[in-house]
């Protein structure tokens, strides 16, 4: 168990950290404690060496919702808030681990925020995604940074002003997810994208996250230099001699 949460449940199963969020009566929406409670967990899953995969889920009928609406009418939504969903965002974005999550049901508002965040996003057909912040007068986030880097700025453009959603089918066509999973089997061909993703989650793979994570945002020749010295402490690690081992005997590697 990593922390003692009221809104998620979290648990390692090895070298996987299991992240549920855990409000099903409220199709998992994030008030203040959730907020808190996420950015606390991305921190502790980020520091912990052990880890080389996150999947998140939400349990019951959806994801996740984002922000708690009735607590935000209420006033009961500090300034605060904002930040630290993004902080936790950004923390799963850039961890030295691969991050999945799988979407059903709802995956909207900071729900969705939070799926752009992660590396890679299995999804149900029918679910629902979207960022309708809009339509309470709100920005969705750090969703303007992330949309149009999976699916273009035309159509993040359209899909944050007019706050509409989608679903399962129309996100993958135009890359906003990457997997679509049957309703009825969701979770266990979830697992099996899980154990896909495990064959190839080498430290380079890791270190390809980090990179990918500044394409649009360092120019050539800084994005350059990262990369000869990821390239260097990769070579230097245990899992390429593990790979050229398993390359020579013919067999699959078992990564560090």
């Known amino acids: 168990?990593?922390?003692?949460?009221?809104?998620?449940?979290?648990?390692?199963?090895?070298?996987?950290?299991?992240?549920?969020?855990?409000?099903?009566?409220?199709?998992?929406?994030?008030?203040?404690?959730?907020?808190?409670?996420?950015?606390?967990?991305?921190?502790?899953?980020?520091?912990?060496?052990?880890?080389?995969?996150?999947?998140?889920?939400?349990?019951?009928?959806?994801?996740?919702?984002?922000?708690?609406?009735?607590?935000?009418?209420?006033?009961?939504?500090e300034q605060s808030y904002f930040k630290m969903w993004d902080d936790a965002l950004r923390t799963f974005e850039t961890m030295d681990k691969l991050v999945l999550c799988l979407l059903h049901g709802y995956a909207i508002g900071g729900g969705l925020q939070l799926a752009l965040a992660c590396d890679i996003r299995v999804c149900t057909p029918t679910a629902r995604l979207g960022l309708p912040a809009i339509k309470e007068s709100l920005i969705p986030g750090l969703g303007t940074f992330r949309l149009a880097r999976y699916v273009g700025l035309g159509r993040a453009k359209s899909l944050i002003i007019r706050g509409n959603m989608i679903d399962g089918r129309e996100a993958e066509r135009i890359g906003m997810v990457d997997h679509l999973v049957e309703e009825d089997s969701a979770l266990e061909d979830f697992e099996g994208w899980l154990a896909e993703y495990a064959r190839t989650n080498s430290a380079a793979a890791r270190a390809s996250k980090q990179l990918l994570a500044d394409c649009f945002d360092l120019g050539w020749d800084a994005f350059f230099r990262k990369y000869l010295v990821l390239q260097e402490n990769a070579i230097a690690g245990p899992d390429f001699a593990e790979g050229m081992e398993a390359y020579r005997a013919g067999r699959d590697p078992t990564w560090q």
Do not use: H, W
């Not at 549920?20 to 409220?26: A, D, I, K, N, S």
């Not at 889920?57 to 006033?75: E, I, N, V």
């Open 1 to 77: 168990m990593i922390g003692n949460y009221e809104t998620l449940n979290v648990r390692k199963d090895g070298s996987l950290v299991r992240l549920e969020m855990t409000r099903p009566r409220l199709l998992n929406a994030v008030a203040m404690t959730g907020a808190r409670e996420m950015v606390d967990a991305a921190n502790q899953i980020a520091a912990d060496s052990d880890v080389r995969m996150v999947a998140i889920t939400g349990a019951g009928r959806a994801f996740c919702t984002g922000m708690d609406l009735k607590d935000l009418s209420a006033g009961r939504i």
